[in-house]
């Protein structure tokens, strides 16, 4: 399994610009979630989802956007880019209780980290 | 509103010895606990967790604490080794599939 893999490693943007963050995970999970990590900051939660076609906002969704068509893949689409959302975004998955997993333990790709000038 | 606090930014502890780690949060509708590790340019990895209907919870060299009344936990690493030198960070959860994460603790483990 490769797990939870997240392209690209590292992109530069100007601001205005758009771009998809992809997420993609081999483990059958049903839940996803999107992360932020800033300097010195914990994670902050985007977006996730709970199955496909399920999405729902997290802590800090203004100016994101996701989509879950199917079991495997999360996007995350940033549609102007803004010096704010400078940061390293992380994708996660989760098999949840019911996927026989431990309660809310979820496994995180290597992150993508995004510049925006 | 930070609602899971990791009040160190960083912790320096020598190899051998034990290292302890604090958080603590407000919300009392969480009622579990999480700890994760991560290394520099990698996700972060899960490492440890505890239901609040237990007080402690064992796994090799860590060992993680809950004091629901304080509304604090620890994660306790014995004997610390280099390998451990990592951002470990708290999260909480309480009836949403949804995790909440402290700020992280440096840990810098010496020889």
């Known amino acids: 399994n490769a797990g939870v893999t997240q392209t690209p490693k590292f992109r530069i943007l100007k601001i205005g610009q758009s771009m998809t963050l992809q997420c993609a995970q081999d483990?059958?999970?049903?839940?996803m979630y999107w992360y932020r990590q800033d300097p010195g900051m914990g994670l902050k939660l985007i977006y996730y989802?709970?199955?496909?076609?399920?999405?729902d906002k997290g802590e800090v969704p203004n100016g994101y956007n996701v989509s879950r068509s199917t079991t495997e893949d999360f996007p995350l689409r940033l549609e102007l880019a803004a010096p704010s959302q400078t940061s390293v975004y992380f994708c996660?998955?989760?098999?949840?209780?019911?996927?026989?997993?431990?309660?809310?333990?979820?496994?995180f790709g290597p992150g993508t980290r995004l510049t925006v000038l | 509103d930070q609602q899971v606090k990791q009040n160190s930014p960083s912790l320096s502890v020598q190899e051998g010895r034990i290292s302890i780690l604090n958080c603590d949060y407000t919300?009392?509708?969480?009622?579990?606990f999480l700890w994760y590790k991560k290394y520099p340019a990698e996700g972060p990895t899960f490492l440890i967790s505890?239901?609040?209907?237990?007080d402690k919870n064992e796994d090799g060299r860590f060992t993680v604490f809950l004091n629901k009344s304080a509304k604090h936990l620890s994660l306790h690493i014995v004997p610390s080794q280099p390998g451990d030198s990592a951002v470990y960070f708290c999260?909480?959860?309480?009836?949403?599939?949804?995790?909440?994460f402290g700020t992280g603790t440096r840990l810098q483990v010496t020889l």
């Open positions: 996660a998955s989760s098999p949840g209780l019911a996927g026989g997993g431990l309660r809310n333990e979820q496994f």
């Open positions: 483990m059958n999970h049903n839940y």
């Open positions: 989802s709970v199955g496909a076609g399920i999405t």
């Open positions: 919300n009392s509708m969480f009622d579990y």
């Open positions: 505890i239901s609040s209907i237990k």
């Open positions: 999260a909480a959860t309480g009836t949403a599939s949804k995790l909440t």
